[in-house]
């Protein structure tokens, strides 16, 4: 798992999409990996890069339920509300923008700006 999380990070990187899902789907389905949390947060993106935004919005949705308090749930929550918006969800966007304000008052830095701009295209208050 860990070969194919860098594996799958660096697709990212690249935006080679389809290589991403493929080297995250081999990291989920390690399930006793410690990286499988990882994964299922990479998994997400590489469908969202992929503009496949239903399975994207489950991934991101898994993703913050296998640890709502843990180093992605900002992220998890934040790539739920951007694949929400791209399936023209946009009240259930906001709400899971609320969601992320109400559990994490103070967001990281580098999420504050993704938040504003999810807020916008979502049409929220």
Same mark, same amino acid.
């Given at each position: @798992?860990?070969? *194919?999380? /860098?594996?799958?990070?660096?697709? +990212? *990187?690249?935006?080679?999409? @389809?290589a991403a899902e493929q080297a995250a789907r081999e990291?989920? &389905? &390690?399930? %006793?990996?410690?990286? &499988?949390?990882?994964?299922? +947060? ?13 399975e994207a919005a489950i991934a991101y949705d898994d ?6 308090? =843990? ?6 929550? +934040?790539?739920?509300? %951007?694949?929400?918006?791209?399936? %023209? ?15 994490? @008052?103070? @967001? ?5 700006? =993704?938040?504003?701009? *999810?807020? /916008?295209?979502? =049409?929220?208050?």
């Amino acid at each position: @798992p860990e070969v *194919a999380m /860098q594996e799958g990070n660096a697709a +990212l *990187a690249r935006r080679d999409y @389809p290589a991403a899902e493929q080297a995250a789907r081999e990291v989920v &389905a &390690a399930k %006793n990996s410690p990286r &499988a949390y990882d994964g299922q +947060l990479l998994l997400a993106q590489a469908l969202f890069g992929q503009r496949q935004y239903s399975e994207a919005a489950i991934a991101y949705d898994d993703a913050y339920k296998r640890s709502r308090k =843990g180093s992605h749930a900002q992220d998890a929550l +934040l790539g739920l509300a %951007n694949s929400l918006v791209g399936i %023209n969800e946009k009240k259930a966007a906001c709400g899971t923008l609320e969601k992320l304000h109400a559990e994490f @008052p103070q @967001p990281r830095g580098d999420l504050r700006e =993704g938040i504003a701009g *999810a807020a /916008q295209r979502a =049409g929220c208050r």
